[in-house]
């Protein structure tokens, strides 16, 4: 298995905008390797503590043995960020100092071939974040009927050639089926040449990443959450890294974090009566400076927005 530690992405900007209490209790909510984590500890106080989130046991477990150095500092929970308030309930903490979410699939995970996450090795088709349960990415292209494969292709991909890919699946499953990356990548090929090929198979599979771990959903489940997490003077930071995860992070700051302001008036509008949860710190979001986007070639789409709770 291999799983190359990668540098995480945008840690200064993160830091500068997540960190302003040294003391404070902080959420990473997508640990993957740890190297935000890290970086956060390094900064803040010895009294300072760390929530880290993530679905994949396995993250946990070597992410858990490289920050050693802080463990008591640290509590791991096994989950999805969209049960971010019911499990920090669970251990008894009601609000904190800051949270981060660095979206999308971690390094941890795509170095690590058995997952199947990248077309760049061939691989079983599995792709789940949380390998304890639901449906793995060759289910889907075994199961799915041709409009359903073409509408997430194109919902989540933003995939042109959809329908044309999605016809060849189910053409070629009806012959054999399609578990690995390499028959699918074939597929792919098949459908649309060479000339579009790279930027093709990189949407499809997002899209079927996106599909079987329902992460716009979570998102925007636990963005909803933040508000009541959030201590005043609070920070949000989330760094995203395609354009569906940056609509919602953006419109949830801008519309979706609007709350009612209390009231003893009976004959007050109060669906008029809203007001901002959260002070946006990025008019623009902030993206890595050329030098990181050559050291580090998966920063190149990142974006980073931060606000603050008001």
Not at 80 to 94: A, G, K, T
Not at 267 to 284: G, N, Q, S
């Amino acid at each position: 298995m291999n799983t190359a530690y990668h540098e995480p992405v945008l840690v200064r900007e993160a830091l500068e905008y997540l960190i302003t209490v040294n003391d404070g209790v902080y959420v990473d909510a997508t640990t993957g390797g740890g190297g935000h984590t890290k970086a956060m500890l390094e900064h803040l106080s010895k009294s300072a503590h760390v929530v880290c989130f993530d679905r994949d046991a396995d993250a946990i477990a070597e992410t858990t043995q490289r920050l050693q150095l802080w463990k008591s500092q640290l509590t791991f929970v096994q989950d999805v960020f969209s049960r971010i308030r019911d499990r920090l309930e669970e251990l008894s903490i009601d609000n904190v100092t800051g949270i981060l979410f660095d979206l999308g699939v971690s390094s941890f995970q795509i170095n690590n071939v058995d997952r199947g996450f990248t077309y760049q090795q061939d691989a079983k088709l599995d792709m789940r974040m949380d390998v304890r349960s639901g449906i793995t990415a060759a289910d889907v292209l075994q199961t799915y009927e041709e409009n359903e494969l073409a509408d997430i292709f194109y919902r989540y991909g933003e995939e042109r050639r959809a329908r044309r890919i999605a016809r060849r699946i189910v053409e070629e499953r009806s012959k054999r089926a399609i578990t690995t990356s390499g028959e699918l990548t074939k597929i792919i090929r098949d459908s649309i040449g060479e000339k579009y090929l790279t930027k093709s198979m990189a949407r499809i599979f997002q899209a079927l990443r996106i599909e079987i771990n329902a992460e716009l959903q979570h998102l925007s489940k636990a963005l909803s959450q933040t508000p009541d997490i959030l201590h005043k003077g609070g920070r949000l930071v989330i760094i995203s890294y395609h354009s569906l995860e940056d609509r919602i992070v953006k419109f949830f700051l801008k519309e979706g974090s609007a709350t009612h302001k209390k009231t003893d008036d009976p004959f007050a509008r109060h669906d008029r009566e809203v007001e901002p949860a959260f002070k946006i710190l990025t008019k623009k979001p902030v993206q890595p400076a050329p030098e990181e986007q050559k050291r580090n070639p998966r920063s190149r789409s990142a974006k980073l927005r931060a606000a603050e709770r008001c």
